[in-house]
């Protein structure tokens, strides 16, 4: 195995450190900031995700409310709430944590939050922002990315502005929470940035692009869909795929269920264990690249922090135009 492993834990630590003296300042000039999640109905990926902010909270003395509405409330009474939180002093920054029920419209939600404390950057005020290079709220995944390619560059004592000036980037994805945002705060950057997704693969095209590139990013939520054959000897390799798979006891094979026999080779896997890996074949890559975050440890480590970073930014701008 070649490549540094950029260890994602350590670069949240450092984060942490940064955000606890700045929330002294921001108390001491007094403000008190903290991040309410607006959840509606239940839904297990969001539930996961409130606990993680109302973990990191309480470990960074972040206030934390959270605002969690049934199934089967009306869309209005979801934008009632958003308001609400709009309206309250103790709330610097909100959360919504989707999926929201069929019958409540995300882009209705979230115009109605104020693009203020939309530290996420869904609002499409923030990411017109984040388009013209004036990102108020870089979000955090995207955020999380550009900070763990940063540190990685000066740790190696390289200029990040230079270095990633016309470099060749390739991002594989395309969402709005990721893709979208990241390849436009690489661009924002000067990075010569090609963007894939699903069609590109789907026309035999994504190694084309992948292997071009000296900095890969990839969110695509496929375990393994970088193989080693697809990476440039020498690139740096972010992975934020989170993948929970299932892996084969007699072959190794990573499977998405325990339902269905090993796709390999036939084996029952009511027993196997599961696994959480990113969207790279992390041994193959690993033997090529010169960098590589992993999976769990990486890219994920640090979005929190890149969260809690926004909420205090919004605390600050808060506080300046009271
Ligand atoms: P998404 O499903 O919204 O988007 C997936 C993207 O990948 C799309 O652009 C799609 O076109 C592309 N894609 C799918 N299959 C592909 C293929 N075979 N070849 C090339 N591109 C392909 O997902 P998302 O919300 O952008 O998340 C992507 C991954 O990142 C998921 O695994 C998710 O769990 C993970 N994630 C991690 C963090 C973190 O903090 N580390 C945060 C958000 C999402």
Redesign the pocket.
């Known amino acids: 195995m070649g490549a540094k492993i950029i260890d994602g834990k350590a670069v949240a630590d450092e984060v942490r450190a940064e955000l606890v003296r700045a929330l002294e300042e921001l108390r001491a000039a007094g403000a008190e900031p903290g991040i309410a999640t607006l959840m509606v109905g239940e839904d297990f990926g969001a539930g996961m995700y409130r606990g993680a902010v109302e973990k990191f909270c309480g470990e960074l003395g972040l206030g934390y409310r959270s605002e969690a509405l049934p199934a089967d409330a009306t869309e209005e009474a979801v934008v009632a709430t958003v308001k609400s939180l709009n309206a309250d002093a103790a709330v610097s920054g909100i959360l919504p944590l989707r999926p929201f029920p069929a019958h409540v419209s995300d882009s209705v939600v979230i115009d109605s939050i104020d693009p203020d404390k939309d530290v996420d950057c869904f609002h499409p005020s923030n990411m017109g922002r984040l388009t013209l290079g004036e990102p108020t709220f870089p979000p ?2 995207p955020a ?1 990315c550009m900070e763990l390619l940063e540190r990685y560059l000066r740790s190696e004592g390289r200029d990040v502005t230079d270095t990633l000036e016309g470099a060749e980037v390739c991002v ?4 709005n ?3 979208k945002p990241l390849a436009l705060l690489l661009l924002n950057r000067n990075a010569t940035t090609t963007v ?6 789907n026309r035999g095209n ?1 190694a084309k692009h992948t292997r071009l590139a000296d900095y890969l990013v990839v ?4 375990p393994q ?1 970088i193989t080693g054959d697809l990476v440039k000897e020498g690139a740096v390799v972010l992975d ?4 929970r798979v299932v892996v084969c006891p007699v072959c190794g094979t990573l499977n998405r269920s325990k339902k269905n026999p090993c796709k390999q080779c036939g084996a029952d896997l009511s027993e196997a264990q599961n696994k959480t890996v990113g ?1 790279v074949d992390f041994e193959p890559v690993a033997a090529k690249a010169a960098a590589l975050t992993p999976v769990p440890g990486g ?2 480590a640090v ?1 929190n922090m890149m969260l809690a970073r926004n909420t205090l930014r919004a605390a600050r701008l808060q506080l300046e135009r009271k």
């Not at 969110?219 to 496929?222: D, E, F, N, W």
């Not at 934020?240 to 993948?243: K, Q, S």
């Open positions: 955090a995944t999380a594989v994805g395309h969402s929470t990721v893709g894939t997704h699903v069609y590109t693969s994504l969110a695509a939520g496929v869909l934020v795929g989170i993948n969207d890219v994920g979005t």
